[in-house]
């Protein structure tokens, strides 16, 4: 928590030159005189590559790399080598592992029912991406949180705040949206402690913190920036049909400032259409709601302040809104589709793509007194925009023309899905009562809708106007003119332009080239969740929480920052974009330490402050504090450039040492806090899956994409409370994807990875255990991608490992562990391999099942070899991949 500062450098005696070079090396090496103890000799060039390669990339080198290198003389050979790695794209898909881990990323919703969450790949793609183009830190961390904010933020920047979306989202019955939002906003501010600050957070939320610098005022001001974001979801294009979107708006906008252009008036005459309009628009009194439900009781909509009636949770088909307005000749019921960033595509439906299916509307009242609801007859429905006609389920289901909504027929509905580009629309319907309705003061009114495709965001009103209808204008358009001409966006301008000129007889064919243009607008495949501010009229007010309890608020906190830490600039800009450029302020002590930690954690498998999420006062005392400060301060210098500053630590000694340790070193230094040798350690679950397709050949390198479906035992899918239907194993090449691109199902993580170590996606995760279990060793030994990776190794080693048993195990050996195997290593395998062949005579094993795993197939055989080779080299191959030095880090 101390200001960073640049520690000096010592001045070190090394009779060979080679450890003043880097800084690294200068504290370590004054640090271990000062213990009496000396560094390690350095690792020899085929442990370097092989350190080199899974500490940047996560893949082992072929042998022909580690051959090459060994041979390269060259004074820079290690420094190419370096430069290649950190060009190479495997780099961000290895380091985006990592910050996923921190960041919870998941591929599902989690909590009971845990759907799949479509489309988050994108922001574990923009990770990888990021990484690769070594996107500095400062502006990686700013576009997470606030990249909608910046100006002209780009699609990436926008997918880039997917980063506060990666929270679990309660999808079962009954919740309360509002006690869930809070759950994923504690969660969010949780993951920004341990990401970014390295604080435990979540402490204040209840309290003030009991050990660091954080009142809980001040929990609740960091909360304040993030509380007034909605949940938003956009389309995602592709670049050609960003380009082709960015034409069609290019051409809309000319079109209409050619017609501008050709009518000098066209100000006044708007105007005064805009006048007319609002003159002979019914009045309307939207109605309060005391009592809002669904008839299954597992959705609870909410009205807003606007008098809106917000629908989120879980989907229903029926809902239900009791009030008790004014009925005084009361002659039509006006039903608003109104559109919402929180919804799908801003809605104003709940659907995959943002619209609506209403089957009926009903209007009943309750008298004073009675128990009874009476329901009212609606003769007359208008609206703004409908569908034509359209049948479905062969001809059993109609939807489209608003005279659906009250037909009494529950094979209806009415639709109104303009299509790409305008989908996303405001829409209005007018029901007329058969006879004007009146009843006595405390009579209670219900809305009741039933739906195919639920409605997001609605408002009810009543009219006593002679003649209630739904004007034929776009309802878009009369929404903007409520608005002040200075207020209103690009886009409200223009639907308020072409609602005009589509009033205008001789605009005509104006009308139909805009509707051309329309026609043209690319759609897009895929969305992505992200947040959005909201506006000035929507703010959240954010209050300090009783205990932490939701439904306890207290007294009123503003956006602020903790008084201990440095204060913001003076800024205009809004508070969530004030927190991102605060938490990677120069003058912070805090975001450049643990960026740097958590690379050297991934280094050297613990970090220089081994609790990488907690730097507070609970922090073990680092034993080179000096070194983390001197790092974070380069990292800055250079940009916070990540590649920078993994090109300073592997350019160590530090690094470059041997992992090999004595009895005696290992007494005096049990666990390498201070780096007595380089780093072993056994690699993290995905890196061993990567490492055995690598070696095998069979792994596929296409950047980007889906997440794969990895092969999971039937008895874990019967498990799920919701059985994934859509869990269909990837099959080919896709099945052998790397990784860092498998499917992460948040109730249901990969067995396999798990028993590895590896995290699931409930929740930040800035440290993993390493565990060392017979299990683990099962799990490589016959867990089906592994089993499928020994089998290709062995016709791998068959093909290329040259023509006798000795020339294969060399090679095989070279491959695994990027060295030659002493000649007892060659007579243990050659032992094997005898045992196993005499057991495939006597009939013990099944050929065709240990090579493919079906008794009815054969593998394609390299030219001179048997099925009884494949099948002895396949369990040779398995041992191999076994070995501890095979799977370590060293």
Not at 600 to 626: I, K, N, S
Not at 689 to 699: K, L
Not at 772 to 788: K, R
Request: a negative charge.
């Amino acid at each position: 928590l101390q200001p960073l500062k640049v520690p000096r450098v010592p001045e070190i005696q090394d009779s060979k030159g080679l450890w003043g070079k880097n800084p690294i090396d200068a504290f370590v090496l004054q640090r271990l005189k000062e213990h009496g103890l000396q560094p390690r000799a350095p690792a020899d060039r085929r442990t370097l590559i092989r350190r080199l390669y899974y500490s940047v990339i996560g893949l082992p080198p072929e042998p022909e790399e580690v051959e090459a290198f060994v041979k390269d003389t060259s004074p820079d050979a290690y420094e190419k080598l370096v430069d290649r790695l950190l060009g190479s794209p495997h780099y961000g898909e290895h380091w985006a592992r990592h910050w996923l881990d921190v960041v919870r990323f998941g591929e599902s919703n989690g909590f009971e029912r845990d759907q799949p969450r479509e489309n988050a790949w994108h922001y574990r793609n923009w990770v990888i991406r990021a990484l690769n183009q070594d996107l500095p830190y400062d502006q990686f961390i700013i576009e997470q949180l606030a990249g909608d904010l910046l100006p002209g933020a780009s699609q990436d920047q926008v997918i880039a705040t997917g980063f506060l979306r990666n929270s679990m989202i309660n999808e079962e019955g009954a919740v309360v949206p509002e006690q869930f939002r809070m759950v994923e906003m504690f969660d969010r501010m949780d993951c920004l402690g341990k990401a970014v600050l390295g604080l435990s957070t979540q402490c204040a939320q209840c309290h003030s913190h009991k050990f660091d610098p954080l009142t809980q005022e001040e929990y609740y001001g960091i909360f304040a920036s993030l509380n007034n974001s909605f949940e938003a979801q956009s389309w995602v294009y592709d670049d050609a049909q960003l380009a082709r979107r960015a034409e069609v708006l290019q051409g809309i906008q000319g079109l209409l400032d050619r017609v501008k252009a050709e009518r000098p008036c066209w100000e006044t005459e708007l105007a005064e259409w805009e006048q007319r309009l609002v003159d002979g628009t019914a009045r309307w009194q939207p109605i309060v709601f005391d009592d809002l439900n669904s008839l299954s009781g597992l959705n609870h909509p909410t009205q807003e302040a606007d008098l809106s009636i917000l629908m989120k949770g879980h989907s229903s088909a029926d809902v239900y809104f009791i009030g008790e307005p004014s009925l005084e000749g009361v002659t039509g019921v006006r039903l608003e589709l109104l559109t919402h960033p929180d919804l799908p595509f801003r809605g104003p439906g709940r659907s995959s793509v943002g619209t609506w299916g209403v089957r009926e509307l009903e209007l009943l009242i309750q008298l004073p007194g009675s128990s009874e609801w009476q329901k009212q007859k609606l003769v007359n429905a208008t609206a703004d925009f409908s569908e034509p006609d359209q049948k479905s389920d062969e001809g059993r289901n109609s939807s489209g023309p608003v005279a659906y909504l009250i037909d009494g027929a529950d094979n209806t509905w009415w639709k109104a899905d303009r299509g790409v580009g305008r989908r996303n629309t405001a829409g209005v319907t007018v029901l007329q009562l058969d006879s004007p309705l009146t009843a006595p003061v405390g009579t209670r009114v219900k809305i009741v809708m039933r739906m195919t495709d639920m409605v997001g965001c609605c408002r009810v009103s009543l009219s006593s106007d002679p003649h209630p209808t739904a004007l034929s204008t776009s309802y878009g358009a009369l929404l903007a003119i409520q608005k002040p001409v200075a207020q209103r966006t690009t886009a409200e301008d223009q639907v308020v332009f072409a609602a005009w000129l589509n009033s205008i007889p001789e605009m005509q064919d104006v009308v139909q080239q805009l509707e051309a243009l329309w026609q043209q607008f690319p759609g897009a495949k895929t969305s992505v969740l992200h947040v959005m501010e909201r506006g000035s009229e929507n703010q959240r007010t954010t209050h300090l929480l009783n205990r932490g309890n939701w439904d306890q608020p207290e007294q009123p906190v503003a956006f602020r920052l903790p008084a201990a830490f440095h204060q913001p600039l003076a800024s205009d800009d809004p508070p969530r974009l004030q927190l991102s450029r605060w938490l990677v302020d120069r003058r912070s002590p805090l975001a450049a330490r643990v960026a740097v930690n958590r690379v050297w954690q991934a280094m050297f498998g613990q970090g220089l402050v081994e609790t990488a999420e907690d730097f507070g006062t609970r922090a073990p005392v680092p034993e080179y504090r000096a070194v983390l400060d001197w790092l974070a301060v380069d990292f800055m210098e250079h940009g916070w450039s990540t590649k920078h500053l993994l090109r300073r630590i592997v350019s160590s000694r530090v690094y470059q040492q041997t992992s090999r340790v004595t009895p005696e070193l290992l007494e005096l230094d049990p666990g390498n806090r201070l780096l007595t040798r380089g780093p072993r350690f056994r690699a993290d679950a995905e890196v061993v899956r990567d490492m055995v397709m690598t070696m095998a050949g069979i792994i596929h390198h296409q950047l980007g994409g889906p997440g794969v479906i990895p092969p999971v035992p039937q008895n874990v899918l019967d498990y799920n409370y919701v059985y994934p239907c859509y869990w269909t194993p990837a099959t080919g090449a896709e099945r052998y994807r790397r990784t860092v691109y498998g499917f992460r199902k948040r109730s249901m993580p990969d067995p396999s990875m798990s028993t590895l170590d590896a995290p699931n996606a409930d929740f930040a995760c800035a440290r993993r255990i390493r565990s060392n279990t017979p299990l683990a060793a099962l799990t490589v030994l016959n867990e089906p991608i592994f089993l499928e990776s020994a089998q290709a190794l062995a016709i791998r080693i068959l093909r290329e490992g040259g023509s006798t048993d000795r020339q294969r195990i060399s090679w095989a050996w070279l491959l695994c562990q990027s060295r030659q195997p002493s000649e007892e290593e060659i007579q243990a395998v050659l032992d094997l391999l005898a045992t196993q062949r005499k057991r495939i005579a006597d009939g013990w094993l099944n050929v065709r099942e240990v090579t493919t795993g079906k008794s009815d197939q054969l593998p394609a055989l390299p030219q001179g070899t048997t099925p009884q080779d494949a099948a002895a080299w396949t369990i040779a191959a398995r041992a191999l991949l076994n070995l501890d030095e095979t799977l370590n880090k060293n």
